[in-house]
């Protein structure tokens, strides 16, 4: 490979190291690998809380914070809030915490399948496992 080719490979090589720190840093250093979410509100007897992968979406996917924390301020607070933060149970003002999530996660899986892109999961067991049932006899 000539002079010319290596300059060009060289360039490349900085650039993914450069976007690379630059993506990183915008996450945070603190961000969560994952989160279980298992609100009081609406536990069931029967399905457990959801294993939400935050690192995996955040950096794998490259979604935004701001598409899910879309209230979060970042000027004023480091971390954002919680969703209970903003949408407090189920006689919530505005929108109650289920159908945030439903039309946070659920919304955004749906409209990707529309798309005939890939998508994560839209069934109810499939983000939130069945609990298992102990038998008495």
Known sequence: MGGRGRNWLWTILWLVIIGLGVASSARG?????????????????????VKFDHSGHAINLSIACKVC????????????????????????????????????????????????KPAGPTRCDECHPKKKRIRSN
Not at 31 to 40: H, S, V
Request: hydrophobic letters at 25%; one cysteine or more.
């Open 69 to 116: 924390h879309h209230e979060w301020k970042q000027k004023e607070t480091k971390t954002p809030g919680k969703c209970i933060d903003c949408h407090a149970g189920k006689d919530a003002e505005g929108i109650p915490l289920r159908d945030a999530y439903m039309n946070t996660c659920r919304g955004c899986h749906s409209n990707l399948k529309l798309e005939g």
């Open 29 to 49: 250093q603190d961000l969560p690998a994952q989160i279980f979410i298992n609100n009081e509100v609406y536990s069931t007897d029967i399905y457990e809380g």
